[in-house]
């Protein structure tokens, strides 16, 4: 049974800076394409960033040079680092594991930025 398990989600102020972490159990972090989506009210979910299994990581364009996406293999971890945060990265970031057409996701994670 795959469980992604999402923490370090609250409330910062702009130009603040979080980390989110992702315990995965039942799949393998390294051997697949792991990633962080967001979904804000009344908007679709949308990926953030995601690392393949062979370490090549791409990410939106709203958030290119903020955050950075990593994973601890041996902890079988995924990382958001965001950095400078804004306003508009209000949302629920969930992590993934398999890309968006994948049924593994975790709860999800709220992040609040205030201006």
């Known amino acids: 049974q795959v469980q992604l398990a999402e923490s370090g989600g609250g409330l910062v102020q702009a130009g603040g800076s979080l980390r989110l972490s992702c315990v995965a159990s039942?799949?393998?972090?390294?051997?697949?394409?792991m990633g962080w989506y967001r979904q804000a009210p009344g908007k679709q979910r949308e990926s953030v960033a995601t690392i393949s299994s062979r370490g090549i990581t791409m990410y939106a364009d709203s958030v290119k040079g903020r955050f950075t996406i990593s994973r601890d293999n041996d902890k079988n971890t995924v990382y958001l680092q965001m950095n400078n945060l804004k306003p508009e990265d209000t949302a629920v970031y969930y992590c993934?594991?398999?890309?968006?057409?994948?049924?593994?996701w975790g709860q999800g994670t709220q992040v609040t930025v205030s201006s």
């Open positions: 993934n594991a398999g890309g968006r057409t994948s049924n593994y």
């Open positions: 039942g799949i393998i972090v390294r051997f697949n394409t």
